[in-house]
């Protein structure tokens, strides 16, 4: 496990868009935008989505994933992590919507409808770039 380091973590405060990188059934990459969240203390990425959608199905047959974001404000400041899905779990998952949700389109709930049921994906970083 490798911690992001201290110079990026205001990434995780302002509206930083990643795409996560996982693998199909068939070994093909599955790539999608996401917002994206650090634990510091447990130091995991933190990316939410819902039960039943592409990327979670394939953390779940496949935890190795890739992620990527770019600082919004100087495209040439990236970071790149690889690491494994250590656990997709359902508790505060409403809540943590929520709360990016105000960081992502400043509004206090998440604006969509929930059709299954929101999921933490918690990645723990292997490798950071």
């Known amino acids: 496990m490798v911690p992001i380091p ?14 996560v990188g996982t693998l199909t059934a068939d070994g093909a990459p599955h790539i999608t935008p996401v917002w994206i969240d650090y634990d ?7 990316v939410n989505t819902e039960r039943g959608r592409q990327k979670e199905r394939n953390a779940r047959a496949n935890p190795v994933v890739g992620v990527s974001m770019t600082d919004p404000d100087d495209p040439y400041r990236y ?3 690889v690491g494994e899905v250590e656990e997709l ?3 505060g998952a409403r809540a943590h919507i929520d709360e990016l949700s ?10 969509n409808p929930v059709e299954t049921e929101r999921v933490i994906v918690r990645i ?6």
Request: no cysteine; net charge negative; proline share 9%.
């Open 6 to 19: 201290e110079e990026y973590h205001d990434l995780f405060e302002k509206p930083t868009f990643a795409h």
């Open 40 to 46: 510091p203390e447990a130091k995991r990425l933190l």
């Open 79 to 81: 970071l790149s992590v």
């Open 89 to 91: 779990q359902t508790d």
């Open 102 to 111: 105000q960081r992502y389109l400043d509004v206090e709930e998440y604006p």
């Open 124 to 129: 723990r970083p292997d490798r950071v770039l």
